[in-house]
């Protein structure tokens, strides 16, 4: 039985997109990468998904880039002063899960999100 031509192992998938195989390796384990097929521990791109993947990630240059609006900005500011406050200016490297939590909760409840 021969195999699908439009089936890529990840070396052919990592050429496609001109990236290395261990950061698509990466993508895949963390996900937010290409589409894949896993059939037992192999892994397949179709060639497709991944021009269909690029171009959704192409960016228009007629489009502004997404920038915080300045109502969020205050709220990131707001967040990481209470973190310093607490914690000290290195807080991001030092500080315990817990207040890592409590951060993300109190980002979370003024953005509006609530999750």
């Given at each position: 039985?021969?195999?699908?031509?439009?089936?890529?192992?990840?070396k052919?998938?990592?050429?496609?997109?001109?990236i290395?195989?261990?950061?698509?390796?990466?993508?895949?384990?963390?996900?937010?990468?290409?589409?894949?097929?896993?059939?037992c521990?192999?892994?397949?791109?179709r060639?497709?998904?991944?021009?269909?993947?690029?171009?959704?990630?192409?960016?228009d240059r007629d489009?502004?880039?997404?920038?915080?609006?300045?109502?969020?900005?205050?709220?990131?500011?707001?967040?990481?002063?209470?973190?310093?406050?607490?914690?000290?200016?290195?807080?991001?490297?030092?500080a315990?899960?817990?207040?890592?939590?409590?951060?993300m909760?109190?980002?979370?409840?003024?953005?509006?999100?609530?999750?």
């Amino acid at each position: 039985m021969r195999c699908n031509d439009s089936l890529l192992n990840r070396k052919q998938a990592a050429e496609v997109l001109r990236i290395q195989v261990q950061m698509l390796s990466a993508w895949i384990c963390r996900g937010g990468g290409p589409p894949y097929a896993q059939v037992c521990r192999c892994v397949r791109c179709r060639l497709a998904d991944l021009e269909k993947w690029v171009s959704a990630w192409t960016v228009d240059r007629d489009e502004p880039p997404l920038r915080p609006s300045e109502e969020e900005m205050g709220v990131r500011r707001e967040a990481q002063e209470r973190l310093f406050a607490k914690y000290g200016p290195t807080s991001r490297q030092n500080a315990p899960d817990e207040a890592l939590r409590d951060h993300m909760a109190f980002l979370r409840t003024r953005m509006g999100s609530g999750k």
